[in-house]
């Protein structure tokens, strides 16, 4: 299993590029009183027929063709499951997929959430065919980024540009770590 929730993020986004995604919402929603935590990745990517649907949560059932087994998304479920949380995918071919995973965040087996910031800042400056919508909220409050904005402003400049790298990098931790705040009550 990846260590960190944050990179299991960064593996199923992956799995929407290379499925040819040009738009993916990534949703974290902590509740600390119920100590639960949602994690919820969206795509409009290629999609998948109900038979690989049915069989996406094999380790030894993957669509690429540089290796013979997939163990991104049966990470994830076992990952969640080890808490007592719940994971669901949809999918439909030529539509897109959504996954969506809970985790007790109070349980002894929950992996901590990672570095977020640097899984959304390497996801949108290394993918800037793709727009992303990120939003992060703790007990109902946070923040959003949606990369179609940035780039309205931007123009031709592209986000993997170092200046606007470190704007996003900066404004995705400061408001990360401003509804973490909320935690410590």
Known sequence: MLPEISLNILDIAENSAR???TYIEIIIDISSREHL???GIKDNGCGMTPEELQAVTDPFF???????????IPFLKQSA????GTFSIESKKGVGTNVSVTYH???IDCMPLG?????MVTLITSHDEIDFWFAYKVDGEGFQLDTRE???ILGDIPLSEPEVRMFIQEFIAERVEEADKKIDR
């Open 19 to 21: 499925a040819k995604a």
């Open 105 to 107: 965040t109070d349980h």
């Open 37 to 39: 935590m949602h994690v």
């Open 62 to 72: 993957t669509s690429r063709t540089t290796r013979k087994v997939g163990l991104g």
């Open 150 to 152: 940035i780039k309205e």
């Open 81 to 84: 499951e080890c808490t007592g």
């Open 115 to 119: 570095d977020i910031t640097e899984t």
